[in-house]
Structures are given as structure tokens and as C-alpha cells.
């Protein structure tokens, strides 16, 4: 139960373990809303139960003297001892009959007055009777799985509320003549890894757009509030000097950071995507630690911009930061993205960029919004956030 913060997988773990140590059979109803399911199931004998608790994907039905038992815990009462468990009338394939059960203990999952389902052990005919140190530790196993049960809904509680926090401060992408945005954030599937990832966008006074993604370090509810409270001071000095380069800018987000202690360590790119007076675009971007922006031209043409890059932010605040200028050809994308999108446990950094840059050529006619979505879903690690956010250029000639 400590090996894993998913509830589902620990509990097919935990009833391979108590068979045959302390039952012929062990199975886990957790509560669901009113009534409950069965959770894990597992029996001594291979083939039994071939695929745990629905075989065929169908749900194995449950014998009466069963559903009574946990639906009578679930209401707050302790242990029932099962001795007749004759199957019912006409029926043949419930669970413990399947398993030829003669007697079950079934015992609460409970802590802290929250019952979060039952614990079923069932013995054969061939087995001995439950005693009473049988019962002494199949009460430690009930509290024990009721603890780790506990720590999961506490831990899905705090990756909820980080997930929260994240989306509610996920912009809402300006209207801007003359240039396409779309974005895609996507939280981790596991609860333990939600953090610090965002992305912004916002107009600048002199009607230059501001594009932002960045990543603070950890993956728990203080990295999404310190990724808030960098976002908003990233915000506030691109808004105060909109005539400095991104470069600078960042330099002086580095040295708020250092003195204020936003975060301890992140990366991040600023791109300041600006409309010359012959209606061409123009990109000016710094990078800070983060994977460098991706520019797919409409011929087919993608490569990275690797010429702004620099350390991540936290460690020399008084650093200088290069910008560099890139012209954006008709129709071409501009894309920001996190590290979730190229990097997993499964791969190296340099594969990820690889398949980055030509999952993103193939896909490039496609919506800009669609574009994203698929990245996201056939490349990202759903261990980790994925974020990201890109402009396209119109492929028509300019106007004014």
C-alpha cells in the first residue's frame, strides 16, 4: 500500500499478497456512493478467477449473505463472520461459490469514522477454520489498507487542488489581428506529479503580443502556487518596461525571484512576437533552462531555436540574457511547449525532440488547436504536465 499513491493498483498488489498466507481467496468492495464494488480480487489457484474480479469484462455477481455483510459496514458495523454460504437458489456463478468458499471474515476498511469499503477473506472447505490469531491479523491488514486507502485520497485531495490552482490561472488567449494562438495543458494522470507548469499570453502596450511558457520546480500544490505567484511578476515586468528585449526582461525576473523567493529553480521563454510595418512577423525570444521553441514553416521546414538560450532561472540572477530575432514566414507555426511533451523516463531528451519535430511537420496543416491536442496526446509522458502554446502566422499576403 506505500509502493504506490494509486488506490486500484495497490489493492490488486495487496490481495496477491494475502493468498494463500492468510485466505483461499481475498476481495476488496470499496464504497460507491450508496452501494460499493469490488475493487480486487484474487485466489490461490490460478485460472479461478481468470481475469480478477470481471472476467470476460463483465461483473461477477455476489452472493447475498456477501452484499449484506459489506452493505451492513458500509451503514458502520464491524466484522461479519460468514458461515453459510450455500449458494442461492438458481444461482451458480457469484464469487464465493465460484471459489467454493465455506466461511468468510469480512472486516471494515475504516479510519477516522470514514469507511471507505470492506475486506472480504474466505476460506475452503479444505482450509481450517479462521482462529482467533487469524482474526488478530486480518484486523492489522484491514487498518493497514485503511491507512494507505487514507493517504490516497488525501494525496488526490492535494493533486485536485494544484490542478485547480493551475487551470484557473491558465489565460484566457487574446484576440490578436493578423496572428492565430492556441494552447493545450493537460495535468498528469498520476497524483503525485502535479506542479509547476504555465503559459501566458498577453498584449504588450505598444500592440506587440507577449508569449510565455515556463516550469517551476516539484510536483505538489507549492509548485503550482509559486508557478502562480512567477507568472503574475513575469506579467507585471513585461507590462512595465514593454520597450525592453525579452532577454532583459527575464534578467530582471531572475533578480525578484532571487530577492523575493518565488520559486527555488525554473525555466522559462519569452517571446515578443511583433508586426513589422511591411505586415511580416518577427519572434524575439530568451530561454531560460527551458526546451527550446519549435518553428515549423509551411513547407515543411521545422527546426529549433536554439541561439537565445540560457541558464534557468534561480541560479545567477545578475546573468545576462541573450534575445535573439527570427522572422516568421507566411504560414508558419511557432511552437512552446514543457518538458513533459519531449522527456519521460522511457526516453531520451534528444528522441523527444526528434519525434517532436516530426510528428510536428506531419501534423502541420492541421488546426492550430488540433495541432496541439495531438502533440499532446500521441508524444506527452501523462506521468508529467503537458503544456503547450503556439502561434501561426496567416499564409495569405500581408496587410496593413
Not at 444461482?91 to 469480512?106: C, F, I, Y
Amino acid at each position: 500500500m506505500t509502493t504506490t499513491l494509486d488506490a486500484d493498483e495497490a489493492l490488486h498488489r495487496l490481495v496477491r499478497q494475502l493468498v494463500p498466507r492468510l485466505a483461499d481467496t481475498a476481495v476488496v468492495s470499496l464504497a460507491d456512493g450508496p452501494t460499493h464494488r469490488l475493487a480486487a480480487a484474487a485466489h490461490h489457484t490460478p485460472g479461478v478467477l481468470p481475469n480478477g474480479p470481471s472476467p470476460g469484462g463483465e461483473p461477477v455477481p455476489e452472493h447475498p449473505a456477501h452484499h449484506a455483510a459489506v452493505t451492513r459496514i458500509l451503514e458502520g458495523g464491524g466484522t461479519q463472520h460468514l458461515t453459510d454460504l450455500a449458494p442461492a437458489p438458481g444461482s451458480q456463478s457469484d464469487l464465493l461459490t465460484r471459489v467454493g468458499a465455506e466461511e468468510a471474515l469480512v472486516l471494515a476498511l475504516r479510519l477516522h469514522a470514514r469507511t471507505f469499503g470492506a475486506l472480504t477473506l474466505a476460506r475452503a472447505s479444505a482450509s481450517p477454520p479462521f482462529n482467533e490469531a487469524d482474526r488478530v491479523l486480518a484486523d492489522e491488514v484491514a487498518r493497514r489498507i485503511s491507512l494507505g486507502l487514507d493517504n490516497a485520497r488525501l494525496h488526490a485531495a492535494q493533486a485536485d487542488i494544484a490542478a485547480a490552482l493551475q487551470r484557473a490561472l491558465l489565460t484566457d488567449l487574446p484576440d490578436v489581428a493578423g496572428i492565430e494562438l492556441a494552447a493545450h495543458y493537460e495535468p498528469a494522470q498520476h497524483t503525485a506529479e502535479v506542479g509547476g507548469d504555465w503559459y501566458d499570453a498577453f498584449l504588450l502596450d505598444d500592440g506587440d503580443l507577449a508569449m510565455v511558457i515556463g516550469d517551476v520546480t516539484g510536483h505538489d500544490i507549492q509548485a503550482a502556487s509559486r508557478m502562480s505567484e512567477l507568472r503574475n511578476m513575469l506579467r507585471a515586468l513585461a507590462v512595465d518596461r514593454p520597450h525592453e528585449l525579452p532577454g532583459q526582461i527575464l534578467r530582471r525576473l531572475d533578480t525578484a525571484q532571487a530577492r523575493l523567493t518565488l520559486a527555488d529553480s525554473a525555466t522559462a521563454i519569452l517571446t515578443r512576437l511583433h508586426r513589422t510595418t511591411s505586415g511580416a512577423w518577427q519572434a524575439s525570444c530568451s530561454v531560460a533552462g527551458h526546451p527550446p521553441p519549435l518553428l515549423i514553416t509551411a513547407d515543411a521546414d521545422a527546426h529549433y531555436l536554439t541561439g537565445a538560450h540560457s541558464m534557468l532561472l534561480g541560479l545567477r540572477p545578475t546573468i545576462e540574457r541573450p534575445t535573439t530575432h527570427t522572422p516568421l514566414p507566411d504560414g508558419a507555426t511557432l511552437l512552446l511547449y514543457t518538458d513533459g511533451l519531449v522527456e519521460s523516463r522511457t526516453r531520451s531528451l534528444d528522441d523527444g525532440m526528434t519525434r517532436l519535430r516530426q510528428h510536428a511537420t506531419t501534423h502541420r496543416h492541421l488546426p492550430l488547436h488540433e495541432l496541439c491536442a495531438t502533440l499532446a496526446r500521441d508524444l506527452g509522458d501523462p506521468r508529467d504536465d503537458i503544456t503547450l502554446i503556439a502561434a501561426r502566422t496567416p499564409s495569405g499576403p500581408h496587410t496593413n
